[in-house]
């Protein structure tokens, strides 16, 4: 498999799933979870994918706080409990992908979320997402259609 958008398309996906699941089942350690919800799903995965997969997963536990009050601020009058559980989970993706990945333009970040609110949940979910993740990249002081290259040091 490439790594070209279908795939990662796919890989957002399977991360809001994961991260759904985790709202609601925190039975099992972080590691635990991740390694039982990858177990039918390793043998199609590269490193590369991998990679992705699991930077979006680190990106969203490990700022959680932060992201989670990203999303309250721009949020207005919405409760982050209040919000279905598809959607939080759909925003705190993209806010990771927002905040933290800046090779990922922020159009794609946003088209992406809107995308998978939708195919996840329904449309309004979509318009949902999309009007809080469209306030927030009005504030952006980078070029909304290309992501920021890296250079190797």
């Given amino acids: 498999m490439s790594t070209g958008a279908p795939n990662r398309h796919l890989l957002r996906l399977w991360a809001i799933q994961f991260l759904f699941q985790r709202d ?14 990858l177990q039918d799903k ?7 994918m991998t990679a992705f997969f699991e930077a979006r997963i680190d990106g969203v536990s490990l700022n959680l706080e932060t992201i989670d009050a990203q999303i ?15 959607d939080r989970n ?10 933290y990945c800046e090779d990922v333009p922020p159009v794609v970040a946003v088209n992406e979320a809107v995308q998978l609110a939708k195919e996840l949940s329904s449309e309004e979910s979509g318009k949902f997402v999309n009007g809080i993740l469209d306030k927030y990249i009005r504030t952006l002081d980078r070029p909304l259609r290309h992501g920021v290259e890296r250079t190797e040091t």
């Fill in 72 to 86: 309250k601020r721009y949020a207005e009058n919405w409760d982050l409990y209040r919000m279905g559980g598809v």
């Fill in 90 to 99: 759909v925003l705190r993706l993209a806010f990771c992908e927002l905040l």
């Fill in 24 to 37: 609601y089942n925190q039975t099992d350690s972080w590691e635990e979870a991740l390694e039982l919800f």
């Fill in 42 to 48: 390793r043998r199609k995965l590269s490193k590369k």
